[in-house]
């Protein structure tokens, strides 16, 4: 016999629910007890869910010229060269606007501070495409 909980008015679900408890709770008490490591009979194994899948997100990711600027301005800072304000404030406004881009790469969010310094210490972008 199939119950359709749908159908049911909210009262009588109360009252099925009760008395579902109390059948429950009654079969637990006159359960005999079990030692340790003694499989339990009388619960069901639970169905596993499947895990619902990752949603994949599309990542925007600069234009080709940009995605070889900021290869570039690494590689300077790698190699000790000098990279111009002008071009540092290019960089940020390029990882500004890609910032899953720039996070997917590992690339560090500014080329100013110690955040470059950290990166440089554990990167080397000639190792990189």
């Known amino acids: ?4 909980f749908a159908d049911l008015p ?6 099925l629910i009760a ?3 109390q059948e429950y709770q009654r079969r637990i ?3 005999p007890t079990r030692t340790q490591g003694e499989p339990v009979d009388q619960v069901a194994p639970v169905p596993a869910t499947a895990a619902a899948p990752p949603r994949k997100r599309a990542v925007k990711t600069p234009d080709e010229a940009d995605q070889r600027f900021i290869r570039a301005c690494l590689r300077l800072m790698r190699t000790k060269g000098y990279v111009r304000a002008a071009e540092k404030d290019r960089y940020r406004d390029i990882v500004k ?20 310094d950290r990166w440089l210490d554990f990167n080397d972008p000639r190792d990189e495409r």
């Open 29 to 31: 008490e006159s359960a």
């Open 97 to 116: 606007k890609h910032p899953r881009w720039t996070k997917l790469n590992g690339y560090p969010d500014t080329l100013r501070g110690s955040d470059i």
């Open 1 to 4: 016999m199939k119950i359709q």
């Open 19 to 21: 008395a579902a408890m």
């Open 10 to 15: 909210d009262k009588d679900l109360a009252e």
